[in-house]
């Protein structure tokens, strides 16, 4: 939770597997309506929907950043 937004963010590693229920409790998330994310080393930023690379950051600033552009 942020004062500017509430939302799911899973990190993942640089080599770490996504399971599957992970992309789908993201996906439901996501299909409610509800902010959901994949953030994965080196700073990529994920929509889960559709796995489309939403922006790269370097530090938790630069994600919200990413996360608050997305949604406009």
């Known amino acids: ?3 500017h937004w509430t939302g799911f963010i ?3 590693g640089e080599g ?4 599957p229920v992970q992309v789908v409790v993201l996906r439901n998330l996501r299909k409610r309506g509800k902010v ?3 953030a994965r080393e080196p ?7 559709d796995y489309r ?7 938790g600033a630069e994600l919200l950043d990413l996360i ?3 949604l406009r």
């Open 10 to 12: 899973e990190f993942k």
């Open 53 to 59: 690379e939403v922006g790269n950051f370097s530090c």
């Open 16 to 19: 770490t597997a996504v399971r």
């Open 1 to 3: 939770m942020h004062k």
């Open 36 to 38: 959901a994310y994949l």
């Open 43 to 49: 700073g990529i930023l994920y929509d889960p929907l």
């Open 68 to 70: 608050l552009q997305d």
